[in-house]
């Protein structure tokens, strides 16, 4: 075992040695990177990080110089894309998927004059900070246009991975339509990805074929809208981006990610010296969860109700994770009035009462 | 007009010039189309092909090389004493995925214990993980007569379910909150397979591979038993009277690539990737299949075709980072690659003849 120890503290001291050179050389503008996992024309989750990007660019032209790198798998390829932009001289990097994670870690501990911004993690350093969204708050609010809105009583959910994130948008979409329709019931695809536009088409003409006339997707691409609008009698809600495109049907509304205001804020603290590692949990209230525009697909009084639940989320008089709720094995989660508290969400890895299905473990 | 004349015998020449040509063709081909993207085409191949050699910050790049060739030249070997005698394993990306689950087992079920056998074990058991999936198909072609190439590609997706199964299940990191992936090898003394040399990217798997090389060579080139998996590719009946017993064969090609596949899966979980995660395959096995074409299924051109593929995903990277140049495109230059070899293979085995000349 020594020599393993021997190996990896002379690998530590050489690379320290080496990596606080770009961090010197800080005269000119300050260089930011980016790595996406997807591309960046996804029109879904790496195209709302690409439009952060741009409103740097766009906030403060010449004091910044940015780059990035799209498509880029989680695991080894992701760490040398990381050092890549390190050894660049990127002094700032912003790494936009959850499993980031580790490499961040390795990377950011090879290069401690660099800042890193990690999307969705839950590990952090002294130049590694972290942020994420309350996505579960726009589900809330689809939710209970879903409830409002179902004919068949059959609700299809396209999940991507069975993590905590998804975890929480099924739950609060299902208690909010339960809520205003007792009778629906909800059917959850898994689609094993954040991006394939062939398997999310699939889930959704199955989900379709199944009766299903409210789709949600936690998967990224407009292929399940594609599908609603073929159908003709489904409604949608875009996903990550506005996906503006399939309005005003099937794509009713839209829950957003807008990383814009936090991207700028964080490049301002760099500029000013004030930079230090966060953890940031954003919702619409601090506006990087929005609300797309809601069409006239929708009735009247669902806008109006919709549209009171997300002032009254964005104003903190409602949490949409609010007792008395019971998991699924009808134990007690939350007591009446009792409000959920931001780390149990961060590792929801169960099913709230009245969902059927099983979650995948 | 043209016409093709196929030779008596593939031309030995042909068969080591085309490879060659099939690059400078592609980096025509290639240059072409970042020049229609509008950007500066022998900027674009030299941020490609020589930056990540000799180019600013080479020294990382350089070990990222073999950090990217080391298994694809492993899995490559072992698909090349295969692809010798006829029997085509197309699903190493199953094998490899497998190893690396049967290795990184033991060593997150005795985790936190520290021993010096930790890794070798583990090492033992990403061969015999990617041995055993790679019988599958073996014991069902002998016994049933199916196709190795249908079953051993749809174990690749079977194993890819695994994978995921494992990883949001049980190898999942029981402090990770919930998240899917394994605790991090890398974090873990006994069980990580490190840098040996620190800045070089040479680790274990690495030294595998070039152990690889030389067996295969030995073995093909310089044994009886390579003789006899050469015959049976080249001339199946001629091996029968030559006492080859075809079933044994296909258990033996098949186990071995399956064996090297696995410990290839194992070097890079216990090393580069740290971790079980549902997308911890990259591709490596399918790649290599490339690798062990373009290498003409020699070990030695296997070396050499393993460090071209990683020097064009390595230069890939350098040229969308440097020059901002669209990964898609970058793929279809991979693509030309392979599409340039297997044309030009046309001149191994055929003589182009032109009108007129006698």
């Keep these: 075992m020594k020599r393993r120890s021997f190996l990896t503290t002379s690998a530590a001291a050489t690379v320290l040695a080496t990596a606080g050179l770009p961090a010197l050389a800080q005269d000119g503008p300050l260089k930011i990177g980016f790595i996406y996992v997807g591309p960046v024309g996804d029109m879904g989750w790496s195209y709302q990080h690409e439009q952060g990007r741009r409103a740097i660019v766009e906030k403060f032209g010449d004091q910044v110089e940015t780059k990035f790198i799209e498509s880029v798998p989680e695991g080894p390829d992701a760490e040398r894309a990381l050092t890549s932009l390190a050894l660049e001289g990127n002094t700032m990097i912003f790494a936009t998927s959850f499993g980031y994670m580790d490499p961040v870690m390795n990377v950011a501990a090879k290069f401690p004059n660099v800042m890193f911004e990690h999307a969705t993690g839950y590990k952090r350093a002294d130049n590694v900070a972290t942020y994420d969204a309350k996505f579960f708050q726009g589900r809330a609010i689809q939710g209970t246009i879903a409830g409002r809105m179902t004919k068949s009583n059959k609700i299809g959910y396209i999940g991507s991975f069975p993590i905590p994130e998804v975890v929480q948008g099924i739950n609060a979409a299902y208690i909010h339509a339960k809520k205003v329709n007792p009778d629906v019931e909800m059917s959850v695809v898994w689609a094993y990805s954040w991006f394939d536009p062939a398997k999310e088409a699939d889930a959704a003409a199955a989900l379709i074929a199944d009766g299903v006339d409210v789709l949600m997707q936690h998967t990224d691409s407009t292929a399940p809208q594609a599908k609603a609008q073929e159908a003709g009698n489904v409604i949608t809600f875009g996903q990550a981006s506005d996906m503006s495109g399939f309005a005003p049907m099937p794509r009713v509304t839209s829950t957003i990610d807008n990383w814009a205001p936090y991207y700028i804020e964080r490049v301002q603290a760099m500029l000013d010296g004030t930079w230090s590692s966060t953890a940031t949990w954003g919702g619409i209230d601090t506006g990087m969860v929005e609300i797309g525009e809601m069409t006239d697909a929708l009735p009247s009084e669902v806008i109006e109700e919709a549209t009171a639940m997300k002032d009254a989320i964005a104003a903190g008089e409602y949490h949409p994770f609010t007792g008395p709720l019971k998991k699924q094995d009808g134990t007690v989660w939350l007591a009446d009035g009792e409000v959920a508290d931001d780390a149990a969400l961060a590792s929801m890895d169960f099913y709230l009462e009245g969902i059927t299905a099983e979650l995948p473990k | ?305 393993g460090l071209l593929m990683a020097l064009t995903y390595i230069g890939g990277d350098v040229a969308q980072l440097r020059l901002q140049l669209p990964p898609a495109a970058i793929q279809c230059f991979q693509g030309m690659l392979l599409f340039f070899l297997l044309g030009f293979d046309v001149l191994t085995n055929y003589r182009v003849k032109f009108a007129g000349a006698a």
């Design chain 2, 1 to 305: 007009m043209i016409t093709l004349v196929k030779r008596p015998q593939p031309s030995q020449f042909w068969s080591w010039a085309t490879p060659i040509l099939a690059v400078i063709a592609t980096m025509i081909a290639g240059g072409l189309l970042f020049a229609a993207l509008g950007k500066d085409p022998i900027e674009a191949i030299k941020a490609i092909f020589w930056d990540p050699i000799l180019g600013q910050n080479a020294g990382y790049f350089r070990s990222q090389l073999l950090v990217k060739a080391g298994p694809l030249i492993l899995i490559a070997c072992g698909l090349a004493i295969g692809f010798r005698a006829g029997i085509w394993n197309i699903g190493a990306e199953g094998q490899y995925i497998i190893g690396a689950i049967c290795g990184a087992w033991l060593a997150l079920r005795v985790y936190p214990a520290e021993s010096a056998w930790l890794f070798p074990a583990m090492i033992a058991l990403g061969a015999l993980g990617g041995l055993l999936w790679a019988l599958i198909p073996a014991v069902l072609k002998v016994t049933l007569g199916v196709s190795e190439i249908l079953v051993s590609l749809m174990l690749v997706y079977v194993a890819e379910n695994l994978l995921a199964y494992v990883a949001f299940g049980p190898l999942r990191n029981p402090d990770g909150f919930g998240m899917p992936g394994s605790r991090n090898l890398q974090q873990y003394d006994a069980a990580h397979n490190p840098e040996l040399i620190a800045g070089t990217g040479m680790h274990w798997g690495v030294v595998a591979a070039l152990i690889a090389v030389i067996f295969t060579y030995i073995l093909l080139h310089r044994h009886i038993a390579g003789f006899r998996i050469r015959v049976a590719g080249e001339a199946p009946r001629a091996a029968l009277f030559a006492g080859v017993v075809p079933t044994r064969l296909v258990v033996i090609c098949l186990g071995l690539s399956g064996a090297l596949a696995g410990v290839a899966g194992l070097f890079e979980v216990a090393g580069p990737s740290g971790q079980i995660t549902d997308s911890f395959n990259a591709g490596y096995g399918f790649t290599a299949i490339i690798v062990a074409f373009l290498g003409r299924l020699h070990p030695v051109g296997i070396l050499l075709a």
